[in-house]
Structure formats: structure tokens, C-alpha cells
């Protein structure tokens, strides 16, 4: 028998209809020939099937480890929404589905997908791209009158239970999905498959991980803003963040969040100055909204508003105020202070974390289908 016929004889055929809008606006009907196959690699150190993980551009980096004391798949929303926390180094051990990375490519943004890609590529996230709708026993067909975040849901509960039944019950899998519906439906379903939110997840594994709640908080507080249609902003573009800096316009610094008063008070503490330079200095962020999902630490740009916008702090310390200030200063310290919003983050605090490889990179290249 040849290869070709022995892959064959792996092959299932399906069919996935998908209707098109035409260029004059007609409905197009395309059926796609789908092969599902049953040796879909789940690239984990813990394989006990023979899984060809070491074949390929894979090799043995960025694989599964059998350190994690759990794998993570997140669903498609969480992908789109939460990248920025799967990103943070220490969480390691994520399955991306395909279906959740199809998500990020056309429901999120070419920037989203560009990121999530390096993520995977990183050798020291140890984790990996699951061909989902490929794996003959994975592969969730959508059903009639299942809408397209249902049948999302199904797609990765599914690839949690196919995980976990093909490592053999070794190791629990966490989806995390912000779907009531999903976790309602499939929390309870099986032991050691765990459906929760992220924000759960990270306080019941992650809350000693120092800035990970402020994250979280930060992101959740934007997709708030974003869906109320409220005067949150995108990050400018690095060309136009880098001019506004040399013209004056906008200024760098490290943003310091008032521990006393943490979701409205930050400030911006401008770069190259010392620490004991005076606070008139600092630049007050007031809110989230103005915070623009900038944790404390990170480094960001800053543009001062007009003065009629400025802001008085509240009595709170700041972190910029010294402690032998006489009380007599408290009592001034409602008048207002040169306020900012956050334009841009040049460096989140995970330090070299942005756009950085590992040495022991490899370039993956991901099939498009
Ligand atoms: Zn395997």
C-alpha cells in the first residue's frame, strides 16, 4: 500500500457548507470537502498514543509539558478578549484551539493574530495549536439552529474532553469561556474537566502572581467601556507615539497606581527624573477609562489634557508623597493637578516580555485552511 493510500484509508470525509455573500450580494453556496483524520498530533510531553509529536517543524519545542499541572483551553471570546493574560510568562501549558484561532484571525484583528502566533511560537509557553476540526473524534459539526458562539462553546468544551481522555485522565484541563450558558452546560459534565472563568481561574490559581488581577481588572473594565460605546480608546500607533514624544506633545513615564485608591488614582511618573524630584512633577490619571488598561509598572505615554479637564486628588497618599509632609499639605491636595490619559504602553511590566523569543525559538508554520 502506498502513503498516500494509507493516508487515505486515515481520511473521513465530511462536508461543511458554508453560504457566501457574492459580489452583486447573492447568497453563494459552497460545500468544502472536510477530512478528518484521526492522528491529529496533541503535541503533549504526557502522549501515551504514539502521537507523531516530534515530526515536523514542531520538534520537542513549544510542546505540552508534563510540568503543567494542567492544560488550559480557552474559548474563542476568552482568545480575543484575554490574549494579554495568556500571554503572561508564567502561564504556560494553553491549547489553542483551531477554532478559537480562526476566531481571533476574523472576528479580533490581524494585529490579535500576529500576537497570538508569536505566542505559540514561543518555545517557553509550552503551548500549542490543536487542529480541532480536523481530529475525526473532535470535530463538532454545526448543528441546525445552533448559533455560531453555541456551537464555539461545544467545539471546545469537546477538545477539553478529547485532552483529557486521549492523555488518559493524567491531567486536568481548565476551559475558560465568560459563556454563562457553557459553564452552566458543561461544568458539571466530567471530573477533571473544569469550566470556568478567567477571572476564577486566575483566583483560584494565579492571585500571588504579582499585577495579574490589575490586568485582568483593567482589560474587563475596557470590554466594558468598548461595549458601552464609551469614550474608551485605542493605543496610537508606535510612529505616532514615538513623534508626539519628541515634539512634546505626549510625555513617558512609569505609571504608579495609589494603592490606597487603586481604581481611580494612578500617576505617571515622568521618565529620567529621580524619585524624590517634587509631585507637581507627576502626571495624575484619573479613572480606568484613562488608564486605558495600563497596569501599575508599566511604561506608557501620557498626553495631558486641557487645563479645564484637570482633575483634584483625593486626600489619599500618593505613592509620590513623602511621608514626613507636614498634614497641611493634605489639606491643598484638592486642588487640581496636571491630569493625563494613557495613549500608548511602550513596555508592559513583564519587562522584556513584549515581542521577545527565546533563543530556542522555532518558526511554526500553521497551515491556513
Ligand atoms: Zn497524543
Not at 491529529?40 to 507523531?52: F, M, T, Y
Not at 494579554?84 to 494585529?111: C, M, N, W, Y
Request: hydrophobic share 35%.
Amino acid at each position: 500500500m502506498t502513503y498516500s493510500q494509507q493516508m487515505e484509508e486515515k481520511l473521513v470525509k465530511t462536508e461543511r457548507r458554508l453560504r457566501l455573500k457574492g459580489s452583486q450580494g447573492k447568497n453563494l453556496r459552497v460545500v468544502r470537502e472536510l477530512y478528518l483524520r484521526d492522528d491529529v498530533p496533541c503535541q503533549s510531553d504526557r502522549c501515551l498514543a504514539n502521537c507523531e509529536n516530534n515530526i515536523g517543524m514542531h520538534g520537542t519545542i513549544g510542546r505540552l509539558s508534563n510540568e503543567s499541572t494542567h492544560y488550559i483551553i480557552p474559548d474563542c471570546q476568552v482568545a480575543r478578549d484575554y490574549l494579554e493574560i495568556l500571554e503572561t510568562p508564567d502561564i504556560k501549558g494553553i491549547v489553542f484551539t483551531q477554532t478559537a484561532v480562526h476566531s481571533v484571525q476574523h472576528e479580533g484583528s490581524k494585529r490579535l493574530h500576529t500576537r497570538l502566533q508569536n505566542l505559540i511560537k514561543d518555545g517557553r509557553k509550552r503551548s500549542v495549536m490543536f487542529h480541532n476540526e480536523f481530529q475525526r473524534y473532535a470535530y463538532c459539526e454545526r448543528l441546525p439552529g445552533e448559533n455560531l458562539v453555541q456551537w464555539q462553546s461545544r467545539s471546545t468544551y469537546k477538545a477539553c474532553e478529547w485532552y483529557y481522555d486521549h492523555l488518559a485522565g493524567q491531567i486536568p484541563m481548565v476551559m475558560l469561556t465568560h459563556n454563562e450558558e457553557a459553564i452552566q452546560l458543561y461544568s458539571d459534565k466530567k471530573v477533571n474537566v473544569f469550566v470556568m472563568t478567567v477571572k476564577d481561574y486566575l483566583t483560584g490559581f494565579w492571585e500571588q502572581l504579582e499585577g495579574i488581577m490589575d490586568l485582568y481588572e483593567s482589560l474587563t473594565t475596557a470590554l466594558e467601556n468598548k461595549s458601552k460605546d464609551r469614550d474608551y480608546s485605542g493605543y496610537l500607533p508606535l510612529d505616532v507615539l514615538e513623534a508626539g514624544i519628541k515634539s512634546g506633545r505626549y510625555i513617558q513615564g512609569i505609571l504608579e497606581v495609589n494603592r490606597h485608591n487603586a481604581s481611580t488614582e494612578a500617576f505617571v511618573r515622568r521618565s529620567g527624573r529621580l524619585k524624590k524630584v517634587d509631585s507637581v512633577d507627576d502626571i495624575f490619571i484619573h479613572g480606568m477609562v484613562s488608564r486605558n488598561r495600563s497596569i501599575h509598572g508599566d511604561r506608557v505615554v501620557v498626553e495631558i489634557l486641557p487645563q479645564s479637564q484637570w482633575k483634584g486628588r483625593s486626600l489619599a497618599i500618593s505613592p509620590a508623597e513623602s511621608e514626613d509632609k507636614s498634614s497641611a499639605d493634605d489639606k491643598e491636595s484638592d486642588s487640581v493637578v496636571p491630569t493625563g490619559i494613557i495613549v500608548g504602553i511602550l513596555q508592559r511590566n513583564w519587562r522584556d516580555y513584549v515581542a521577545t523569543f527565546s533563543p530556542d525559538e522555532v518558526i511554526i508554520i500553521l497551515p491556513y485552511f
